[in-house]
């Protein structure tokens, strides 16, 4: 399997695809949030510091994250491919994480980009609920995403939420400097020759989407 970087704007569905791919394809799925908040909780030397940083909501230095990534990826589970998810961010951030792959002696392999329109996105995002105990995501849009039982999770019957930060004016801001700040990541992809765009459409079932992705797979 190719090493895969994901990229996509909020409510396009990435965390659901990304986990789908991994678990089809036996490759890890590593997300940078989850390296950095793992670290943090480690009482690690680096802890103390990444709680400070983290907890000033200060970005994080890519000295750090490109140690962090150096280690997650010399681990074994890696070495038949995986999903990258977070990072890199900016086409400096790209630059780093090329000098990385090198120094492991790693390809790029491919960058997936789930397109998605800012409306159905949107629509996506409020209609999401989220269980306040596990933690499982709903959606009360979707026949396939629906809790069997209205407002109950499925896995463990706790109360489900609609999520805070999911407004209307907050998500379209989030969702329009996502666009802003990502355009010349995908630009320089794109001129590399390995962007994959795949485009999420307002019927689609995350097997639908699921399917779009796993004809770049192969
Ligand atoms: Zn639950």
Same mark, same amino acid.
Not at 134 to 144: I, N, Q, T
């Given at each position: 399997m190719k090493n895969i970087i994901f990229i996509a704007p909020p409510g396009a569905g990435k965390g659901t695809q990304a986990k789908m791919v991994s678990e089809k394809y036996g490759i890890p799925h590593i997300s940078t949030g989850d390296l950095l908040r793992d670290e943090r909780n480690s009482g690690s030397e680096l802890s103390e510091m990444l709680k400070q940083e983290m907890d000033k909501g200060n970005l994080i230095d890519d000295n750090i994250i490109v140690h962090l990534l150096r280690e997650r990826l010399n681990k074994v589970d890696c070495n038949n491919g995986y999903i990258l998810d977070g990072y890199p961010r900016s086409v400096l951030q790209s630059k780093i994480y090329e000098d990385l792959l090198l120094e492991l002696n790693k390809e790029i392999g491919i960058v997936i980009y789930m397109d998605i329109d800012k409306d159905l996105a949107l629509e996506r995002t409020l209609s999401r609920l989220i !269980? =306040? =105990? !596990?933690? @499982? =995501?709903? =959606? $009360? @849009? $979707? *026949?396939? *995403?629906k809790p069997k039982i209205d407002g109950i999770c499925d896995r463990c019957g706790h109360m489900l939420r609609v999520r805070g930060d999911d407004n209307p004016e907050v998500f379209s801001n989030r969702f329009d400097t996502y666009l802003r700040e990502t355009k010349p990541l995908i630009d320089y992809y794109n001129s590399l020759g390995i962007l994959k765009t795949i485009t999420v459409l307002k019927n689609d079932t995350a097997q639908d989407v699921f399917n779009k992705i796993e004809q770049f797979l192969k």
């Open positions: !269980c =306040s =105990s !596990c933690g @499982a =995501s709903y =959606s $009360s @849009a $979707s *026949l396939e *995403l």
